[in-house]
């Protein structure tokens, strides 16, 4: 709803930064790092996001199109998505998001596997963080960043003086940015119901100390609103882009 200009008529991870959508920045910061098997978890107007990939040769190179019953197509150039693999999971409408992670548990491979939110971009050093993640043997690891303030902050002294006044500065407080690592035991913490993973999950993962932070103190903006939509795009037009290196 915060979003609704963009969002009323395709989900959130399509609304697009720089002409490409933010999904694929998101997927370019895990490639750029060598991490290149996705699976995404669908929910609100998910058929748009398989209309992309289905369509995303056609629409990502020149080509060549012979008609006729013996017709084929010929691409005439390369993209950098090349070997990209995509799964595209129909995880529910109103799945929550502990539930949307249980449905994919088929498809994920190996012991270890990252997650994070259509949403959110960063300049996080993705292999320093599964490096961290390995050095400490827990379940779970999150990437925290200091959040900034919405609001102009006040400090006010005796009788109502104001002593100082910052503009939406930067807290000295830790908030989640997604862009998690995880170890294969992380679905057993899901259960068979459908549950939301940063109440439950999560919460019960920092009471048995099975929770660990990777202190990011580089960029990272969410795309909530459509402020922030304008934002980042208007980053995106003055080549000021520290997610993209």
């Not at 529910?92 to 971009?121: A, C, N, P, S």
Request: with cysteine; proline share 3%; net charge negative.
């Amino acid at each position: 709803m915060r979003l609704q200009e963009e969002t009323e008529y395709r989900p959130k991870p399509l609304v697009p930064v720089g002409g490409r959508p933010i999904l694929w920045h998101i997927m370019q910061i895990y490639a750029r790092a060598g991490f290149r098997e996705f699976i995404l978890c669908l929910g609100y107007k998910g058929d748009m996001i398989k209309d992309y990939f289905l369509n995303y040769e056609a629409m990502s190179n020149d080509f060549t199109v012979r008609l006729g019953c013996h017709g084929n197509i010929s691409y005439n150039s390369q993209h950098s998505e090349q070997d990209f693999t995509v799964t595209l999971a129909d995880t529910g409408l109103e799945t929550m998001t502990g539930g949307r992670i249980k449905r994919v548990e088929k498809y994920v491979d190996g012991d270890t596997f990252m997650l994070t939110y259509g949403d959110g971009v960063s300049d996080v050093d993705m292999k320093g963080l599964l490096t961290y993640h390995n050095s400490h043997g827990r379940i779970a690891t999150v990437t925290t960043v200091h959040p900034v303030s919405r609001y102009g902050v006040l400090e006010i002294g005796d009788g109502g003086k104001v002593l100082n006044f910052a503009e939406k500065p930067v807290m000295n407080d830790w908030t989640s940015a997604g862009f998690f690592v995880l170890d294969r035991r992380f679905f057993d913490y899901l259960g068979d119901k459908d549950c939301y993973m940063e109440l439950e999950t999560l919460q019960q993962l920092a009471r048995e100390g099975e929770l660990m932070a990777y202190k990011h103190e580089g960029f990272f903006f969410s795309m909530d609103t459509y402020r922030d939509y304008v934002y980042l795009n208007d980053l995106w037009d003055k080549g000021q882009t520290p997610w993209i290196k």
